[in-house]
């Protein structure tokens, strides 16, 4: 049974400035600057905010997350799991291919979903894409997870969380 896909977005202004206002909290609390980004099912973006102090790149890794949890509906972490996973290096390898390589194994893309939890529906996607405070790189090297603990959430996930909470729970009647 084939499941449908809205045509037109449930998204109002008020739920992403929401969405918005608590990644910028969770970011703030993280010292991270970033980019916030929204897509349609089909990709598109729908709602977008860099913040004054990030990089121009972070624009880029945020698109690409949201992307790839759309084309997949899976979280872009998912895709970097695969990596750690040696029987599964060949499914990496062809996901960060496909879609003319727009699928990327970084952390902070989420897919959107609405329905009962056994029929939700993929409606969208959206991202967090972050460099720290100093403008150090826009991807740092461990995920941003803090070095000296190896089991921290990356802070791009985070803030991404603090946002898809807020829509999630907006959409929840629809």
Sequence with gaps: MSKSYLTRHPFSSNLLNEALKAVLEKASELKRAGTFIVVD??????????????????????????????????????????????????????????????????????????????QKVLIGGMAFGSSNLSNGPAYDTNGGHDSSNSKTTPSDILCAQAGLDILEKGLINI
């Design 41 to 118: 099912v089909h990709g598109k973006v729908i709602f977008t905010y860099r913040m004054e102090e990030a990089l121009p790149s972070t624009y880029d890794f945020a698109f690409a997350k949201a992307q790839t949890a759309v084309n997949l509906g899976a979280t872009s972490q998912s895709v970097a799991d695969l990596y750690d996973k040696k029987s599964k290096q060949a499914i990496f390898f062809g996901l960060l291919t496909v879609n003319l390589g727009q699928n990327v194994p970084f952390p902070g893309g989420f897919p959107i979903r609405v329905g009962p939890t056994d």
